[in-house]
């Protein structure tokens, strides 16, 4: 079992029809689906045959029921379900360019303050007891520093964007009985490290910072990882892109999957990559091709 803990949301898309043009109403398609960086990788997990548990806050309004429902549609175990009263479910609104790249998201993520330390330490033991956690980086610092200092099993972690990644910072350094995975993008490695140009470099920051194995996603340029032994560098793959938003999470989701089965930390980011490249190529964050990797 993996516990995955993070958000579930409603996510809009919206792509141009033609060349993007900024500062105007651009005649687009708007496509409305599930989302979140936590359940997007609870869904890759699921799809790829492993026991997945979804620790996250739902809200109480119209579409939070429906929202709970796809979860336990695609697999996922819900336990608990934790409702809050008067709250409003999360959303995430992108726009891409005819790229398919994104050029503005807004995240309402305010569901995501009511998910407490006290919440989590209920359930420490059952959470303890899975072969792996995941987070994302919308849950509050004080939940996240909690799950550092109690978390027993192996504890990935996705800085989620630029703002939310400076949570992990607070996380550096504090002595673990268990493995420490962090996974950031080029722009998240730059914020938490201050080093810039050098992705070796970077990824030695992380790792003098107690990190055991640090992935750093770049786009196009590939993917560097590093476990405090040696370093990697593994190239993209050409695709034509479609929508970016849930490729990191697929390449997350992936690796976490190969290392649980014994794959070299080279082997868990090459099928990453082919991951990540699968998203990239679907119109929605996660795309259910990812079942057919391994």
């Known amino acids: ?81 934790l409702e809050i009263a008067g709250a409003r ?36 033991a059952s959470i303890n007891a899975s072969d792996a956690v995941v987070a994302d980086c919308n849950p509050g610092e004080e939940v996240l520093l909690y799950l550092m200092a109690n978390c027993t099993a192996p504890f990935y972690i996705d800085a989620t964007s630029a703002a939310k990644a400076m949570k992990i910072k607070t996380l550096l350094g504090i002595a673990r009985r268990a493995p420490f995975i962090v996974k950031v993008n080029h722009a998240e490695a730059v914020a938490l490290s201050g080093v810039r140009g050098d992705v070796e470099a970077m990824a030695q920051w992380f790792i003098n910072q107690g990190v055991s194995r640090i992935y750093i996603t770049m786009g196009s340029r590939g993917v560097y990882c590093h476990d405090g032994e040696h370093g990697v560098a593994v190239p993209s793959q050409a695709v034509t892109v479609v929508n970016a938003t849930g490729a990191g999470d697929a390449f997350m989701a992936a690796v976490v999957h190969a290392e649980l089965h014994g794959a070299t930390m080279h082997e868990a980011c090459t099928l990453g990559v082919e991951a990540a490249a699968l998203a990239l190529q679907s119109s929605t964050a996660v795309s259910t091709k990812v079942g057919s990797i391994n």
């Not at 579930?8 to 141009?16: E, G, K, L, R």
């Not at 105007?24 to 699921?46: F, K, T």
């Not at 005819?98 to 303050?113: F, I, K, S, V, W």
């Open 1 to 81: 079992m993996i516990t995955v803990i993070g958000a579930a949301n409603v996510d809009v898309t919206a792509s141009p029809l033609g060349r993007y043009v900024p500062c105007d109403s651009n005649p687009s398609r708007v496509e409305i689906s599930y989302g979140g960086v936590g359940r997007n990788i609870a869904h890759n997990l699921c799809l790829m045959g492993e026991q997945v548990r979804l620790f996250t806050v739902f809200g109480d309004d119209s579409i939070a029921l429906t929202l709970r429902d796809d979860c336990r549609r695609v697999g996922m175990t819900i336990d608990p379900i």
């Open 89 to 124: 479910s999360n959303y995430f609104i992108c726009v891409n360019d005819h790229n398919g790249e994104m050029q503005a998201g807004a995240a309402d993520m305010e569901l995501m303050r009511h998910l407490t330390p006290e919440m989590v330490a209920a359930h420490i």
